[in-house]
Nanobody
Framework: QVRLVESGGGLVQAGGSLTLSCQTSGLPLDGYAAAWWRQRPGKAREGVSAISWSAISREYSAAVNGRFTISRNNAKNTITLQMNDLKPEDTAMYYC??????????????????????WGQGTQVTVSS
């Protein structure tokens, strides 16, 4: 059974930083693309960042580009999202996702929910102004 468990969320002041981690089990991360999504209050879930199976390609939404950094550690089966210069509009539930297809080339489809087969339960990030 594949499980993704997020951690690292919390309450932070605007301008602060948080590091989110996603621990996978039942799925050796090596060879699989992964991503972070978020759902802000009253909004649809949106793609925040994605990282290819090789870690060569990294994608970011326009809203977080330059402030967030995604990385992966295949040996530890973890995906990390470093979030800097946080803003109140970053307040959301953050979800980790992984593809079920080995060596997936996601291209522009990383922002499509259907690209990702496995999801975590989410970790809440709240940014106060």
């Amino acid at each position: 059974q594949v499980r993704l468990v997020e951690s690292g969320g919390g309450l932070v002041q605007a301008g602060g930083s948080l590091t989110l981690s996603c621990q996978t089990s039942g799925l050796p991360l090596d060879g699989y693309a992964a991503a972070w999504w978020r759902q802000r209050p009253g909004k649809a879930r949106e793609g925040v960042s994605a990282i290819s199976w090789s870690a060569i390609s990294r994608e970011y939404s326009a809203a977080v580009n330059g402030r967030f950094t995604i990385s992966r550690n295949n040996a530890k089966n973890t995906i990390t999202l470093q979030m800097n210069d946080l803003k109140p509009e970053d307040t959301a539930m953050y979800y980790c996702a992984a593809s079920g297809r080995q060596r997936l080339i996601y291209s522009s489809t990383w922002t499509s929910l259907s690209t990702w087969n496995y999801w975590g339960q989410g970790t809440q990030v709240t940014v106060s102004s």
